[in-house]
Protein backbone atom coordinates (compact mmCIF):
# COMPACT_ATOMS: atom_id res chain seq x y z
CA UNK A 1 0.00 0.00 0.00
CA UNK A 2 1.18 3.45 -0.90
CA UNK A 3 1.57 6.03 2.00
CA UNK A 4 -0.14 9.52 2.06
CA UNK A 5 2.74 10.81 1.03
CA UNK A 6 3.15 8.79 -2.20
CA UNK A 7 -0.26 9.16 -3.04
CA UNK A 8 -0.18 12.96 -3.10
CA UNK A 9 3.22 13.24 -5.12
CA UNK A 10 1.42 9.84 -7.44
CA UNK A 11 -1.75 13.42 -7.64
CA UNK A 12 0.63 16.24 -8.32
CA UNK A 13 2.15 14.32 -10.87
CA UNK A 14 -1.38 13.43 -13.07
CA UNK A 15 -2.29 17.18 -12.57
CA UNK A 16 1.36 18.02 -14.43
CA UNK A 17 0.67 15.71 -16.98
CA UNK A 18 -2.86 16.89 -17.63
CA UNK A 19 -1.29 20.85 -17.99
CA UNK A 20 0.82 19.39 -20.31
CA UNK A 21 -1.15 17.76 -22.34
CA UNK A 22 -4.19 20.30 -22.38
CA UNK A 23 -2.37 22.44 -24.99
CA UNK A 24 -1.38 19.14 -27.30
CA UNK A 25 -5.15 18.34 -27.04
CA UNK A 26 -6.90 21.93 -27.44
CA UNK A 27 -4.03 22.25 -30.15
CA UNK A 28 -5.48 18.92 -32.59
CA UNK A 29 -9.23 20.21 -31.52
CA UNK A 30 -8.32 23.63 -33.11
CA UNK A 31 -6.74 21.78 -36.04
CA UNK A 32 -9.43 19.84 -36.79
CA UNK A 33 -11.97 22.74 -36.75
CA UNK A 34 -10.89 23.45 -39.52
CA UNK A 35 -12.63 20.91 -41.21
CA UNK A 36 -15.58 21.13 -42.87
CA UNK A 37 -17.08 17.77 -42.12
CA UNK A 38 -16.06 19.06 -38.26
CA UNK A 39 -18.20 21.90 -38.18
CA UNK A 40 -21.40 19.64 -39.62
CA UNK A 41 -20.83 16.89 -37.11
CA UNK A 42 -20.83 20.06 -33.76
CA UNK A 43 -23.82 21.52 -35.59
CA UNK A 44 -25.44 17.98 -35.65
CA UNK A 45 -24.63 17.76 -31.71
CA UNK A 46 -25.50 21.38 -30.81
CA UNK A 47 -29.03 20.94 -32.66
CA UNK A 48 -29.33 17.62 -30.67
CA UNK A 49 -28.64 18.87 -27.29
CA UNK A 50 -30.85 22.10 -28.14
CA UNK A 51 -34.19 19.82 -28.97
CA UNK A 52 -33.23 17.57 -25.73
CA UNK A 53 -33.64 21.12 -23.98
CA UNK A 54 -36.70 21.54 -25.55
CA UNK A 55 -37.85 18.08 -24.51
CA UNK A 56 -36.87 19.22 -20.67
CA UNK A 57 -38.90 22.50 -20.79
CA UNK A 58 -35.67 24.37 -21.15
CA UNK A 59 -36.94 26.55 -23.91
CA UNK A 60 -34.52 29.54 -23.75
CA UNK A 61 -31.46 26.93 -23.66
CA UNK A 62 -32.82 25.24 -26.17
CA UNK A 63 -33.01 28.48 -28.57
CA UNK A 64 -29.31 29.82 -27.00
CA UNK A 65 -27.90 26.64 -28.45
CA UNK A 66 -30.21 26.82 -32.37
CA UNK A 67 -28.35 30.06 -32.24
CA UNK A 68 -24.96 28.85 -31.60
CA UNK A 69 -25.53 26.02 -33.99
CA UNK A 70 -25.59 28.26 -36.66
CA UNK A 71 -22.06 30.06 -36.20
CA UNK A 72 -20.83 26.57 -37.40
CA UNK A 73 -23.26 26.67 -40.37
CA UNK A 74 -21.91 29.95 -41.69
CA UNK A 75 -18.16 28.64 -41.18
CA UNK A 76 -18.92 25.54 -42.94
CA UNK A 77 -19.93 27.96 -46.23
CA UNK A 78 -17.98 31.04 -45.10
CA UNK A 79 -14.05 29.63 -43.96
CA UNK A 80 -12.87 31.93 -40.97
CA UNK A 81 -9.55 32.03 -42.65
CA UNK A 82 -11.05 33.34 -45.55
CA UNK A 83 -13.04 36.10 -44.12
CA UNK A 84 -9.44 36.70 -41.85
CA UNK A 85 -7.75 37.47 -45.02
CA UNK A 86 -10.52 39.33 -46.67
CA UNK A 87 -10.55 41.79 -43.81
CA UNK A 88 -6.44 41.52 -44.21
CA UNK A 89 -6.40 42.87 -47.67
CA UNK A 90 -9.09 45.71 -47.27
CA UNK A 91 -6.40 47.12 -45.07
CA UNK A 92 -3.79 46.45 -47.55
CA UNK A 93 -2.05 44.21 -45.63
CA UNK A 94 -0.80 41.66 -47.74
CA UNK A 95 1.56 39.39 -45.16
CA UNK A 96 -1.08 39.46 -42.50
CA UNK A 97 -3.42 37.80 -45.53
CA UNK A 98 -0.99 35.59 -46.59
CA UNK A 99 -0.51 34.39 -43.01
CA UNK A 100 -3.94 33.64 -42.59
CA UNK A 101 -4.24 31.53 -45.93
CA UNK A 102 -1.47 29.75 -45.04
CA UNK A 103 -3.07 27.91 -42.29
CA UNK A 104 -5.12 25.91 -44.69
CA UNK A 105 -3.07 23.51 -45.07
CA UNK A 106 -5.71 20.71 -46.76
CA UNK A 107 -8.02 22.95 -48.69
CA UNK A 108 -10.60 20.21 -50.18
CA UNK A 109 -10.84 18.68 -46.48
CA UNK A 110 -11.65 22.92 -45.21
CA UNK A 111 -13.29 24.22 -47.62
CA UNK A 112 -16.32 23.77 -49.70
CA UNK A 113 -16.04 24.34 -53.37
CA UNK A 114 -16.71 27.80 -53.80
CA UNK A 115 -14.57 28.11 -50.52
CA UNK A 116 -11.51 26.85 -52.42
CA UNK A 117 -12.29 28.91 -55.70
CA UNK A 118 -11.95 32.25 -52.95
CA UNK A 119 -8.85 30.88 -51.67
CA UNK A 120 -7.58 30.78 -55.85
CA UNK A 121 -8.68 34.39 -56.10
CA UNK A 122 -6.95 35.90 -52.99
CA UNK A 123 -4.01 34.30 -53.54
CA UNK A 124 -3.87 35.23 -57.37
CA UNK A 125 -4.90 39.01 -55.90
CA UNK A 126 -1.52 38.77 -53.58
CA UNK A 127 1.09 37.56 -56.49
CA UNK A 128 -0.43 39.80 -59.09
CA UNK A 129 2.19 42.21 -58.87
CA UNK A 130 5.03 40.10 -58.91
CA UNK A 131 4.00 36.70 -60.26
CA UNK A 132 2.02 37.51 -63.26
CA UNK A 133 2.18 33.30 -64.53
CA UNK A 134 1.39 32.20 -61.26
CA UNK A 135 -1.47 35.02 -60.76
CA UNK A 136 -2.97 33.76 -64.33
CA UNK A 137 -3.08 29.73 -62.80
CA UNK A 138 -4.70 31.20 -59.80
CA UNK A 139 -7.39 33.05 -61.17
CA UNK A 140 -8.53 30.74 -63.91
CA UNK A 141 -8.89 28.12 -61.11
CA UNK A 142 -11.22 30.40 -59.07
CA UNK A 143 -13.24 31.09 -62.15
CA UNK A 144 -13.52 27.15 -63.01
CA UNK A 145 -14.22 26.28 -58.96
CA UNK A 146 -16.84 29.19 -58.99
CA UNK A 147 -16.46 32.66 -56.94
CA UNK A 148 -20.34 33.43 -55.18
CA UNK A 149 -20.51 36.97 -56.05
CA UNK A 150 -20.25 38.54 -59.90
CA UNK A 151 -18.06 41.21 -58.56
CA UNK A 152 -15.14 38.57 -57.46
CA UNK A 153 -15.95 36.96 -60.83
CA UNK A 154 -15.83 40.10 -63.06
CA UNK A 155 -12.18 41.11 -60.98
CA UNK A 156 -10.92 37.88 -61.79
CA UNK A 157 -11.82 38.47 -65.72
CA UNK A 158 -10.41 41.60 -65.43
CA UNK A 159 -7.17 40.50 -63.88
CA UNK A 160 -6.65 37.75 -66.36
CA UNK A 161 -8.05 40.02 -69.68
CA UNK A 162 -4.59 42.65 -68.53
CA UNK A 163 -2.12 39.66 -68.54
CA UNK A 164 -3.44 38.48 -71.40
CA UNK A 165 -3.06 41.86 -73.00
CA UNK A 166 0.69 41.65 -71.62
CA UNK A 167 1.50 38.54 -73.29
CA UNK A 168 0.06 39.78 -76.24
CA UNK A 169 -3.06 37.57 -76.62
CA UNK A 170 -5.12 40.04 -77.84
CA UNK A 171 -8.83 38.54 -78.57
CA UNK A 172 -8.56 36.41 -75.68
CA UNK A 173 -8.05 39.85 -73.49
CA UNK A 174 -11.20 41.24 -75.46
CA UNK A 175 -12.94 38.62 -75.11
CA UNK A 176 -12.42 38.50 -70.74
CA UNK A 177 -13.21 42.32 -70.78
CA UNK A 178 -16.41 42.24 -72.51
CA UNK A 179 -17.19 39.44 -70.04
CA UNK A 180 -16.07 41.24 -66.93
CA UNK A 181 -17.89 44.39 -67.81
CA UNK A 182 -21.23 42.21 -68.55
CA UNK A 183 -20.79 40.99 -64.59
CA UNK A 184 -19.70 44.44 -63.99
CA UNK A 185 -23.50 45.14 -62.81
CA UNK A 186 -22.72 47.91 -60.33
CA UNK A 187 -20.10 49.71 -62.20
CA UNK A 188 -17.59 49.01 -59.45
CA UNK A 189 -14.77 48.35 -61.95
CA UNK A 190 -15.96 50.96 -65.02
CA UNK A 191 -13.18 52.93 -63.98
CA UNK A 192 -10.56 50.20 -64.49
CA UNK A 193 -12.52 48.87 -67.95
CA UNK A 194 -12.56 52.13 -69.23
CA UNK A 195 -8.36 52.32 -68.79
CA UNK A 196 -8.01 48.83 -70.18
CA UNK A 197 -10.21 49.48 -73.68
CA UNK A 198 -7.83 52.48 -74.18
CA UNK A 199 -4.63 50.37 -73.38
CA UNK A 200 -6.45 48.34 -75.92
CA UNK A 201 -7.12 50.55 -78.68
CA UNK A 202 -3.77 53.03 -78.02
CA UNK A 203 -2.17 48.97 -78.89
CA UNK A 204 -4.29 48.62 -82.29
CA UNK A 205 -2.49 51.87 -83.39
CA UNK A 206 0.28 51.26 -85.72
CA UNK A 207 3.19 53.48 -85.50
CA UNK A 208 4.91 55.39 -87.56
CA UNK A 209 8.21 56.23 -87.81
CA UNK A 210 9.70 59.36 -87.60
CA UNK A 211 10.81 61.07 -90.61
CA UNK A 212 8.97 58.20 -92.59
CA UNK A 213 6.53 59.76 -95.78
CA UNK A 214 2.51 59.17 -94.93
CA UNK A 215 0.69 56.66 -97.40
CA UNK A 216 -1.13 60.48 -98.24
CA UNK A 217 3.01 62.27 -99.08
CA UNK A 218 3.85 58.98 -101.23
CA UNK A 219 0.58 59.66 -103.39
CA UNK A 220 1.26 63.45 -103.95
CA UNK A 221 4.84 62.19 -104.84
CA UNK A 222 3.44 59.90 -107.05
CA UNK A 223 1.73 61.96 -109.11
CA UNK A 224 4.34 64.29 -109.37
Given at each position: ????????????????NSL??????????????????????????????????????????????????????????????????????????????????????????????????????????????????????????????????????????????????????????????????????RDM????????????????????????????????????
Amino acid sequence: MPSTRETFVLKQKMKLNSLFLLPLRTSKIVINMFNKNIKLVITALILAYAVYQFTEGEIGNGIMYILLSTIFIFLYFKNEMILLSFLKLRKQDFPGAKKWLDKIKNPEGALVKKQQGYLNYLNGVMVSQTNMNDAEKYFKKAIELGLSMDHDLAMAKLNLAGIAFSKRRKPEAQKLLSEAEKLDKRDMLADQIKMMKQQMKKASIPKQQYGQPTSARQNRRSKR
